[in-house]
Antibody
Framework: QLQLQESGPGLVKPSETLSLICTVS??????????WGWIRQPPGKGLECIGS???????YYTSSLKSRVTISVDTSKNQFSLKLSSVTAADTAVYYCARHVLPDDHTVPKHFDYWGQGTLVTVSS | QSALTQPRSVSGSPGQSVTISCTGS?????????VSWYQQRPGKAPKLMIY???KRPSGVPDRFSGSKSGDTASLTISGLQADDEADYFC???????????FGGGTKLTVL
């Protein structure tokens, strides 16, 4: 059974960089059939996709966060990571990692089928 | 980019059917058959309920069904059960600029 687990600091100071790691177990991050994504949810609000990465390092980022986001992958550790720079209180959210499924023609990723439990990151001094 | 538009809340009695709409544009919902729906209970991660507009993952009851007409997708839950009470989010691929958009979420109350 595939499992994803987020890890990282629960508290980040304003203007600093938020860093999270997602560890994948029960399956290989190097599979050709999936991207690996980050999604966040501010308290009491909806979901926002941050971006996704392929095992080769190819990435998609949502435009509103693109200037501050870096997603990277470490296939040797079966992990991928998120860095979000210059954070403010508006970046306070539960951050989820998830598997992003590619269609048979491997064009663009379409839905998230496995999710981590999520980790709350609070931006505060 | 704007989130997809969903009603804030819907409700129904046990045994009834409810439909949750998700309205986007020709750049997202209307342009791709990659609409998915997620169920989220309080304090839990979202769970995939529908993908590719109409398909159900293994283990999701056939009481859950999806459809799309133009720029609006819909999730219908028939034979409502108390256990269906949760938040529901739609999602669509939206091109390489906006990438993936979620709806604002709909709270389903089973009366």
């Amino acid at each position: 059974q595939l499992q994803l687990q987020e890890s990282g600091p629960g508290l980040v100071k304003p203007s600093e960089t938020l860093s999270l790691i997602c560890t994948v177990s029960g399956g290989s991050i190097s599979s050709r059939n999936y991207y690996w994504g980050w999604i966040r949810q501010p308290p009491g609000k909806g979901l926002e996709c941050i971006g996704s990465i392929y095992y080769s390092g190819s990435t998609y980022y949502t435009s509103s966060l693109k200037s501050r986001v870096t997603i990277s992958v470490d296939t040797s550790k079966n992990q991928f990571s998120l860095k979000l720079s210059s954070v403010t209180a508006a970046d306070t959210a539960v951050y989820y990692c998830a598997r992003h499924v590619l269609p048979d023609d491997h064009t663009v990723p379409k839905h998230f089928d496995y999710w981590g439990q999520g980790t709350l990151v609070t931006v505060s001094s | 980019q704007s989130a997809l538009t969903q009603p804030r809340s819907v409700s129904g009695s046990p045994g009834q059917s409810v439909t949750i709409s998700c309205t986007g544009s020709s750049s997202d919902v209307g342009g791709y058959n990659y609409v998915s729906w997620y169920q989220q209970r309080p304090g839990k991660a979202p769970k995939l309920m529908i993908y590719d507009v109409t398909k159900r993952p293994s283990g999701v009851p056939d009481r859950f069904s999806g459809s799309k007409s133009g720029d609006t997708a819909s999730l219908t839950i028939s034979g409502l059960q108390a256990d269906d009470e949760a938040d529901y989010f739609c999602c669509s691929f939206a091109g390489s600029y906006s990438y993936v958009l979620f709806g604002g979420g709909t709270k389903l109350t089973v009366l």
